[in-house]
């Protein structure tokens, strides 16, 4: 039963029992007087009109906050589309092809899992294939890693189950080679390993992909480095990266169809 239902029945209840105290208490000559001018049935009365007033008024205010909530999506949503278009146009030698994420696996017992792989809108038909790299216009996401036919599964460079490391190298120094190797979510860094003690990374230093790398092509960018540290050996540093992309939060992508 709605709310309004209800208040009703109850505020009709409340005016028989005034109605029966007042029947039992007041003469027959004088009960209609005093029921018309009995000050609770007007409050009664009053407080429906308002009731009434106020319900049209949420209602009004929730369509607007509703409407300004709609809006600012699809502003959202258009800036968005606007930066994939724009890497469309950067990445049109790599014959790129824009596909919508439809699926991520949630699982509160284990939140990895959302940053392990995604599934696109786009498979096999649409000229996806296994191993093309995954970008969006901030930088690297992932690789095909399974294609069916009008679905592909994506599997992220923050995955804790990829089959790989992905070499990767810096953007003013591209002589200094290291290995992208894990992701920790809880504090939203990748790591970059395997770096000569002998070279010197700054702090600030972006990160990207490295021309030895298997499958994608040189120069996307992972992220930028926040900390450097020498491995417990001592013998290699570790990099601490920021990723340019938000992973928790992936809506378009593009596939690169001609990475080399």
Same mark, same amino acid.
């Given at each position: 039963?709605?709310?309004?239902?209800?208040?009703?029945?109850?505020?009709?209840?409340?005016?028989?029992?005034?109605?029966? @105290?007042?029947?039992?208490?007041?003469?027959?000559?004088? +009960?209609?007087?005093? @029921?018309?001018?009995?000050?609770?049935?007007?409050?009664?009365? /009053? &407080? *429906?009109?308002?009731?009434?007033?106020?319900?049209?008024?949420?209602?009004?205010?929730?369509?607007?906050?509703?409407?300004?909530?709609?809006?600012?999506?699809? #502003?959202?949503?258009?800036?968005?589309? #606007?930066?994939?278009? #724009?890497? %469309?146009?950067?990445?049109?030698?790599?014959?790129?092809?824009?596909?919508? %994420?439809?699926?991520?696996? @949630?699982?509160? !017992?284990?939140?990895?899992?959302? &940053?392990?792989? +995604?599934?696109?809108?786009?498979?096999?038909?649409?000229?996806?294939?296994?191993?093309?790299?995954?970008?969006?216009?901030?930088?690297?996401?992932?690789?095909?890693?399974?294609?069916?036919?009008?679905?592909?599964?994506? !599997?992220?460079?923050?995955?804790? /189950?990829?089959?790989?490391?992905?070499?990767?190298? @810096?953007?003013?120094?591209?002589?200094?080679?290291?290995?992208?190797?894990?992701?920790?979510?809880?504090?939203?860094?990748?790591?970059?390993?395997?770096?000569?003690?002998?070279?010197?990374?700054?702090?600030?230093?972006?990160?990207?992909?490295?021309?030895?790398?298997?499958? &994608?092509?040189?120069?996307?960018?992972?992220?930028?480095?926040?900390?450097?540290?020498?491995?417990?050996?001592? *013998?290699?540093?570790?990099?601490? %990266?920021?990723?340019?992309?938000?992973?928790?939060?992936?809506?378009? %992508? +593009?596939?690169? #169809?001609?990475?080399?």
């Amino acid at each position: 039963m709605k709310t309004k239902t209800k208040i009703y029945i109850l505020l009709g209840g409340i005016a028989v029992l005034v109605l029966l @105290f007042s029947m039992r208490y007041i003469p027959t000559d004088k +009960l209609v007087k005093n @029921f018309t001018e009995n000050t609770l049935v007007a409050d009664i009365r /009053q &407080f *429906l009109n308002l009731y009434n007033e106020n319900k049209l008024l949420e209602e009004r205010i929730a369509s607007i906050e509703q409407l300004k909530i709609e809006n600012q999506l699809v #502003q959202s949503d258009n800036s968005e589309l #606007q930066k994939t278009k #724009q890497a %469309v146009e950067r990445y049109k030698n790599y014959q790129p092809l824009v596909a919508t %994420v439809i699926y991520r696996d @949630f699982s509160s !017992e284990n939140s990895q899992n959302w &940053f392990n792989s +995604l599934t696109l809108s786009a498979g096999e038909n649409q000229g996806i294939k296994k191993n093309m790299p995954v970008i969006s216009p901030e930088g690297l996401i992932g690789l095909i890693k399974t294609v069916h036919k009008d679905t592909a599964e994506v !599997e992220l460079i923050t995955s804790n /189950q990829k089959r790989s490391y992905i070499p990767a190298t @810096f953007k003013d120094d591209q002589s200094v080679f290291g290995m992208i190797e894990s992701y920790d979510p809880e504090n939203n860094l990748i790591k970059m390993t395997r770096i000569e003690t002998n070279k010197e990374i700054k702090v600030g230093s972006i990160v990207t992909t490295s021309q030895k790398s298997t499958y &994608f092509p040189a120069n996307l960018e992972i992220g930028e480095v926040i900390e450097v540290k020498k491995d417990n050996y001592g *013998l290699t540093n570790t990099a601490s %990266v920021k990723p340019a992309v938000h992973y928790y939060d992936i809506n378009y %992508v +593009l596939v690169l #169809q001609n990475p080399k």
